[in-house]
Nanobody, 117 residues
Framework: QVQLVESGGDLVQPGGSLRLSCAAS????????IEWYRQAPMKEREFVAS???????HYAISSKGRFTISRDNAENTAYLQMNGLKPEDTAMYSC???????????WGQGTQVTVSS
């Protein structure tokens, strides 16, 4: 059974930092591209960042320079380090795993990030 479990979401003040984790099981982790998405209330889900199996990273414009995505294949876990958080970063953050051949994709349940004073 494939599972993606996100953790690390919290309530944080503007300017603060959080580190989100996405722990995978049931897949050969290093064969998957890992992506982070977020969805705020009343808004569509949006791409945040991705890291492929070669550690190539890609960021949304809103994330670049503040967020860092990484992966630890030995731990089957991906991370999203978020610094300089803003109220507009408030959303449910979910990770997505996509097999490098594009035939299988999986989603986690999400972890809530709230940025507020």
């Amino acid at each position: 059974q494939v599972q993606l479990v996100e953790s690390g979401g919290d309530l944080v003040q503007p300017g603060g930092s959080l580190r989100l984790s996405c722990a995978a099981s049931g897949i050969t982790f290093n064969n998957y591209k890992i992506e982070w998405y977020r969805q705020a209330p009343m808004k569509e889900r949006e791409f945040v960042a991705s890291v492929d199996r070669f550690d190539n990273t890609h960021y949304a414009i809103s994330s670049k320079g503040r967020f860092t995505i990484s992966r630890d294949n030995a731990e089957n876990t991906a991370y999203l380090q978020m610094n300089g958080l803003k109220p507009e970063d408030t959303a449910m953050y979910s990770c997505h795993a996509q097999y490098y051949l594009g035939t299988s994709t999986y989603w986690g349940q999400g972890t809530q990030v709230t940025v507020s004073s």
